[in-house]
């Protein structure tokens, strides 16, 4: 697919990345960086930011991306440990970012509801929340 999306031969898109393994990783890469925390930034809006930032990630090619790799990854261990890695590392910060934000909610639980709440709509139901979405379900979640 990507060879013919870029118009070129499958050989080419080869010895660009070595395996498809190679081009795995490379897209989750590129597929989308979180928000560095601003150091002025109260933690609940930095909480308003990565929500509002994997609410555009899932949607359009993003999310494509993340559907397919997380069928692809249900049958290739190796593909599911980067993804899961990938995830990891972003979940962390929200979790990071959530505990800062409200010290007496259980910041995995809520992190977990936050995240859970975007991809189950856009996974689910195929109506992704919208940026603006983002600070309700951010008072919704933290009573906040």
């Known amino acids: 697919a990507i060879a013919s999306r870029a118009g070129v031969a499958r050989s080419s898109v080869y010895r660009h990345w070595g395996s498809v393994r190679d081009v795995v990783v490379s897209a989750l890469d590129a597929r989308s960086t979180q928000p560095p925390p601003q150091a002025t ?23 494509s991306l993340a559907i397919a790799l997380a069928g692809a990854a249900e049958a290739d ?6 993804h899961h890695a990938d995830n990891a590392r972003r979940f962390a910060a929200l979790v990071g970012a959530v505990s800062e934000a409200a010290p007496d909610v259980d910041a995995r639980l809520a992190a977990s509801a936050l995240a859970g709440a975007v991809a189950y709509r856009r996974l689910l139901f195929g109506e992704p929340l919208t940026t603006p979405d983002a600070e309700p379900l951010v008072a919704t979640v933290l009573g906040v």
């Open 77 to 82: 261990p190796e593909l599911a440990r980067l």
């Open 41 to 63: 930034q109260p933690p609940r809006e930095r909480v308003v930011a990565i929500v509002a930032h994997l609410i555009e990630a899932l949607d359009g090619p993003g999310g």
